[in-house]
Nanobody, 120 residues
Framework: QVQLVESGGGLVQAGGSLRLSCAAS????????MGWYRQAPGKQRELVAS???????NYADSVKGRFTISRDNGKNTAYLQMNSLKPEDTGVYYC??????????????WGQGTQVTVSS
């Protein structure tokens, strides 16, 4: 099993910044990708940003130029730096990781979610 622990959410005014962290631990042989998704009230969960083991990144169009995802491979941790936040960025942010486990099975895991609220 793999566990994800998220931190860094909170309440911020529009134009402000937050940094989310997601630490993975457990039966990990290799992390293939880590990503952040968000879910606003009444909406489906959507991809915000992801990063592969080769440091290739992918961003939702709505956050390009404002958010930056990064990884610390030594710590099995991903970060999401969110700048110039807008009220429409409000939602629960979930960390996701796709791993090769120590039992050689592929795993896909989610964090518990952290609330981000941007006030206007």
């Amino acid at each position: 099993q793999v566990q994800l622990v998220e931190s860094g959410g909170g309440l911020v005014q529009a134009g402000g910044s937050l940094r989310l962290s997601c630490a993975a631990s457990g039966a990990i042989f290799r992390i293939n990708a880590m990503g952040w998704y968000r879910q606003a009230p009444g909406k489906q969960r959507e991809l915000v940003a992801s990063v592969t083991s080769g440091s290739d990144t992918n961003y939702a169009d709505s956050v390009k130029g404002r958010f930056t995802i990064s990884r610390d491979n030594g710590k099995n941790t991903a970060y999401l730096q969110m700048n110039s936040l807008k009220p429409e960025d409000t939602g629960v942010y979930y960390c996701n990781t796709k791993v090769l486990q120590t039992d050689w099975r592929a795993g896909d895991y989610w964090g518990q979610g952290t609330q981000v609220t941007v006030s206007s």
